[in-house]
């Protein structure tokens, strides 16, 4: 069953979020006003995978949650910008290396049911150190972690960031469907 709209207004809007109520018919319940945000740009990340270094992660506090965790390079694709033109520039700026080719991973929403953000995940094999990040309040340390350090990580709450999460845990199933 789909749910049907009959308009939207503005609560709250600015560059980097907007917050609307959508006015909805659901089926079987009647019309309903539901809080959505929307967001005016997309997010890019890149996984970047080295054989003999693991993954190419940044050790970072978000104060939202007051949380560590390690994630993978990742941002706002910027006006004019391709996804795959972002996720390589962020890798850059946010590590001090430049990413081997970046190769589409995969696209989603991470929250379908209250927001219409989009993630575009990619993958690189190896980097090239340029120096340090251009953008130093971005993490306090950027290392290279074992694949199979990573994927504990990843199946023990290590990397709490979901756009990170997802990357890590897609290239592991693409790389070892098996799970071994």
């Given amino acids: ?6 308009g939207e207004r503005t609560l709250y809007d600015s560059p980097w979020v907007r917050l609307a109520l959508v006015d ?6 009647g019309r309903i006003e539901h809080h959505v945000v929307r967001m005016p740009a997309h997010a ?8 003999a270094r693991g993954l190419l992660m940044l050790w970072r506090h978000r104060f939202i949650t ?7 390079p990742a941002g706002r694709v910027d006006a004019g910008e391709s996804p795959a033109q972002a996720a390589a520039r ?10 081997g080719p970046v190769t589409p991973l995969l696209d989603y929403h991470p929250t379908n049911g209250l927001s219409d953000q989009v ?3 990619f993958t690189a094999d190896g980097a090239t150190h340029e120096g340090p990040p251009s953008d130093p309040s971005e993490s306090e340390r950027v ?7 990573a994927r504990r990580l990843a199946l023990g709450g290590g990397i709490g960031d979901g756009l990170s999460l997802t990357a890590v845990l897609a290239f592991l199933l693409e790389r070892q469907p098996d799970g071994a």
């Fill in 1 to 6: 069953m789909r749910w049907q709209t009959h």
């Fill in 66 to 72: 007051d949380t560590w965790g390690w994630e993978i």
């Fill in 24 to 29: 909805v018919d659901v089926p079987g319940h």
């Fill in 143 to 149: 290392e290279w972690v074992p694949l199979a350090e």
């Fill in 119 to 121: 993630f575009h995940l």
């Fill in 44 to 51: 890019a990340g890149t996984l970047v995978h080295d054989p």
């Fill in 90 to 99: 962020e890798v850059l700026e946010e590590t001090g290396w430049r990413p």
